[in-house]
């Protein structure tokens, strides 16, 4: 069975530092597993890797749509697993990096999306409560971790609740497609909030605001206007709270984000887990690289 790396953990944890020298030592490129890192001039709020940064190792799906276009988990998870035998013929160990559970799940877990176009346009009558309450009835334990306001992935959902494949969230997904070593990275709560509020603090110095108003509150897509930093900020730019307020809720929904991906990989995903060493990063580069050689040998 095909060896695959997931390197993945909260947001603001570390993942793109770690998981660049990882790949250089392991000379394999890195498959981006952030849903809104695909998405072209979202650079500042989706934290994307920089220039430099990318110039170090080749990165797959990042920059590939714009953000006025839709993006399923389906269209992930065929690109990625094509990727996966590209590199496979290339010899080099597939590498994916985010913070996306549900994309990640759709990769290595033997995911079945049917071929047939999915007709959101039979949910137009339902209103997001409404859409919430359907989706209690079929799997409460997902509706439980889905908010209310994402639309999309409540009918995503829903039709995945309705398939017989997809019994429920408990038996979803559990065979792997490949053997998968899943690296998440930890921080103390305490110590990884206070760098999602100094990485807000710094994505707001770095023109956040400007990036959102350059690419147009009407160019946002259904997938891309949900992304935290963006969310706030088209409210913000539509005069509906100030900033202030936007830049509070960015901070607090990605807390909020962190926890649900710690609730994700604990309940989906069997992982190492591996603490960050911030006053000694490359020993927790050194502690990764040895757990995935002897994952590889």
Known sequence: MQKVIVITG????????????????LKTDIINADAYQVYRKMNI?????????????????????DPRETFSISDYQRIVRTLIEKMK??????????????????????YNFNEEKRCDENYNKYTNSELHQILKGLDCEMASKIHLNNRKRLIRAIELAQKPYFKNSRSLGKDFYYDVLCIFLNDNRDSLYQRINNRVDQMIKHGLVEEVRQIGIENFSITSKVAIGYKEMIEYLKGNIDLDEAIELIKKNSRHYAKRQYTWFKNKVSSTIVPINLDDFNHTIDEVEKIINNFLS
């Open 10 to 25: 909260p947001t603001a944890v570390g993942k793109t530092k770690l998981s660049i020298e990882i790949a250089k030592r």
């Open 45 to 65: 709020g989706t934290a994307k890797p920089t220039k430099e940064e990318m110039q170090k190792v080749h990165h797959h799906l990042i920059d590939i749509l």
């Open 89 to 110: 013929t290339e010899n080099k160990v597939p590498l994916l990096v985010g913070g996306s559970g549900l994309y990640i799940d759709a990769v290595i877990k033997n």
